[in-house]
Nanobody, 123 residues
């Protein structure tokens, strides 16, 4: 069983930055495609960013491209999401997800989900 634990959420002003972390345990981390998704109040969960096993490939939703950066440290079994130039539209619960697959689909088809961390962008 895989456990994913997110951290780093909080309240930030528009234009600010925040870094989310997701610590994984239970399976070999370097064999997972990792992703971040988010769900805003009253909306469906949506894809944010993904990173391949070694970190060589990344993919972003258009809404966050050039503002967010996903990265991973396989030695620490952790994936990160650096978020810059935040707007109120980025307010959501952010979920970490893991897919154990040999294929890169850009948008992960998660096998496991974290519990989520709240990000609120407000002045």
């Amino acid at each position: 069983q895989v456990q994913l634990v997110e951290s780093g959420g909080g309240l930030v002003q528009p234009g600010g930055s925040l870094t989310l972390s997701c610590a994984a345990s239970g399976r070999t981390f370097s064999t997972s495609v990792m992703g971040w998704f988010r769900q805003a109040p009253g909306k469906e969960r949506e894809f944010v960013a993904a990173i391949s096993w070694s970190g060589a490939n990344t993919y972003y939703a258009d809404s966050v491209k050039d503002r967010f950066t996903i990265s991973r440290d396989n030695a620490k079994n952790t994936v990160y999401l650096q978020m810059n130039s935040l707007t109120t539209e980025d307010t959501a619960v952010y979920y970490c997800a893991a897919e154990y697959s040999n294929s890169w689909y850009r948008i992960p088809r998660p096998d496991y989900w974290g519990q989520g961390t709240q990000v609120t962008v407000s002045s």
